[in-house]
């Protein structure tokens, strides 16, 4: 394997063209995947042009989950992409929009930085951009720097970013930067045939832009023909062998795979002037593909949340998917609407799960449902797992129907309960300002001997989760929990705060305060995860 320990930082910039939604974080997270495996140290961060601060005062809708780093920051879906097939940890630094690019700026303007100089979008902004792209390399080494442009060619927002990597691609030069663009090729099922214009159009606009991708990635539905390519090579200014097609596949894990085989990777290390050397095996990765694809038995399990759409709960469902495929099975996940369950309507709404997950979440719509949901499945004995908001649900579905306080809730939801078993924390209590003030990012977490939990984890007695909440069990009512069978049996080493419940007697009754879902990788799935899936596919017969 090659190793250059002290080569310089390289830089590979990824745009889309033509369409959004084309995948441009999997490419992303593939092409760090592949460099990975030849032994290159790297880091793919990810620019959005959005000028939200940060991507965590977002509504899942706009653009699906909120994504958070070990290190406290609230990003964009895509790092999670970027962790689950690299296994490396992202930080704040990996996440960048024209919010935080403006932010600092102004503060800089309004702190007298600049000197009386009029501030503009180019150089200002732009530079910012830069010393931002370059920031990640200047705090440890790194061979290669993926940088994920979000948006699309075109869009007015995202100029300054394309400015700020054509200015970067001139400094650094050729073997130090290279553009990737990802295009799309629709079929057009009427006249039988591919059509290659769009993406000509968009690599037209990218050169006007003063940007020459080096290589081209076509995602597609069908299969391109070499003519195809040469046609768009040959337009485009591209190299042959660097148009390269990304072919719908059942599972985005197979990507890199695809990629590897046309050899994105060995292309873009030729053209930075990288020996290139043997292609890598990719032997455990290739194990869970196999795996995946021989786990034909399915497990049913229900996703309790008020998001019907598959980015909401992406890094949920994905953990599933890893849990799934090691315990040999496919989970067949099916999102239940909380605002539809009611006492009438639950047993029917999660019949044949073998397991539930209530899903996190802010604000009372469909918090009633998921409270249904938890009575029915402690009542029934259905391996259930709260997380975040989801655990708080079980615990307020717990004081309302085992200690016997109708009006129990959450502070979020009822700030004048009398019961109030889930509190706002105490350090939460003078914040004003929504965006980046939560309780985030990892925090150790003792475990209790020979609980369930403690048992999933593979007996270890602390572990580190990543955080996402205001609120928080409320440590008075504790001891009455663990008296009538709902154990506390994870604790803050240092503030005592309740991490995690369980219930002890029933086969997996679970709640997490954290968000295990954020730290499951393809190569390593989330510990609870597997326990969870394990225990619904007990009882299978198929
Ligand atoms: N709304 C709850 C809180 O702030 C739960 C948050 C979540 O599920 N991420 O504590």
């Not at 032994?39 to 601060?53: A, E, L, R, S």
């Not at 932010?103 to 000197?115: N, T």
């Not at 059509?195 to 990218?206: E, G, I, M, N, R």
């Not at 023909?225 to 990304?246: T, W, Y």
Request: hydrophobic share 35%; aromatic share 8%; charged share 25%.
């Amino acid at each position: 394997m090659l190793f250059q320990k002290d080569m310089e930082t390289r830089y590979i910039f990824i745009t889309g063209g033509v369409a959004s939604s084309l995948g441009k974080g999997i490419i992303s997270a593939s092409l760090g995947k592949l460099l990975q495996a030849r032994g290159y140290k790297i880091t793919i961060q990810k620019f959005d042009p959005y000028i939200n601060v940060d991507p965590g005062t977002l509504n899942p809708y706009e653009h699906g989950e909120c994504y958070v780093t070990a290190d406290g920051f609230e990003t964009d879906l895509d790092l999670g992409h970027y962790e689950r097939f690299t296994g490396i940890e992202t930080t704040r630094d990996n996440s960048v929009t024209t919010g935080r690019i403006y932010l600092s700026v102004i503060e800089r303007e309004r702190r007298g930085d600049y000197l009386g100089k009029t501030i503009q979008v180019v150089p200002h902004i732009t530079d910012e951009i830069k010393r931002r792209i370059l920031l990640n390399a200047t705090k440890e080494h790194f061979d290669f720097v993926i940088t994920e442009i979000g948006g699309t060619i075109g869009d007015i927002e995202g100029q300054p970013f394309l400015e700020a990597i054509r200015q970067l691609r001139w400094q650094l030069g050729p073997q130090r930067a290279l553009n990737v663009h990802l295009t799309y090729v629709p079929y057009l099922a009427a006249a039988g045939e591919l059509k290659t214009k769009p993406t000509q159009t968009s690599v037209k606009q990218l050169q006007g832009l003063g940007i020459q991708p080096e290589v081209l990635v076509l995602r597609t539905e069908h299969e391109l023909s070499s003519d195809l390519r040469e046609k768009v090579a040959h337009f485009c200014n591209v190299d042959v062998d660097a148009v390269i097609q990304s072919q719908d596949l059942p599972s985005i894990y197979e990507v890199p795979v695809n990629m590897q085989r046309q050899g994105l990777d060995a292309i873009i290390l030729k053209k930075m002037g990288v020996e290139v050397g043997e292609t890598p095996e990719l032997g455990a990765w290739h194990d869970f593909l196999e795996r995946r694809k021989n786990a034909t038995r399915t497990v049913d399990i229900a996703l309790v949340g008020k998001y019907d759409l598959q980015d909401a709960y992406k890094s949920i469902r994905e953990s599933l998917a890893h849990a799934g495929t090691y315990n040999d099975y496919k989970v067949k996940i099916h999102f239940v609407n909380s605002e539809h369950i009611t006492k009438d309507t639950v047993a029917e709404m999660l019949k044949g799960m073998a397991g539930i997950v209530i899903c996190p979440g802010f604000g009372q719509r469909g918090i009633e449902g998921k409270i249904i949901a938890a009575e029915y499945t402690r009542t029934h004995d259905i391996p259930t797992f709260g997380i975040c908001l989801g655990m708080q649900m079980m615990v307020i579905e717990f004081a309302r129907n085992v200690l016997g306080y109708a009006d129990a809730n959450s502070s979020e939801m009822d700030p004048v309960t009398p019961h109030n078993v889930i509190d706002m924390m105490e350090e939460q209590k003078n914040i004003t300002q929504m965006g980046g003030t939560m309780r985030l990012g990892a925090y150790d977490c003792e475990l209790l001997n020979g609980s369930h939990t403690w048992k999933a984890y593979g007996e270890k007695p602390m572990v580190r989760e990543r955080h996402r909440h205001r609120y928080e069990f409320n440590d008075k009512y504790r001891h009455e929990y663990e008296k009538n069978g709902m154990h506390c049996v994870g604790l803050n080493p240092e503030s005592k705060l309740v991490e995690i419940v369980e219930i002890p007697e029933l086969r997996w009754y679970i709640g997490t305060q954290f968000h295990p879902e954020y730290s499951s990788t393809v190569l390593h799935p989330h510990p609870l995860f597997m326990s969870f899936v394990k225990e619904c596919v007990r009882d299978l017969k198929n």
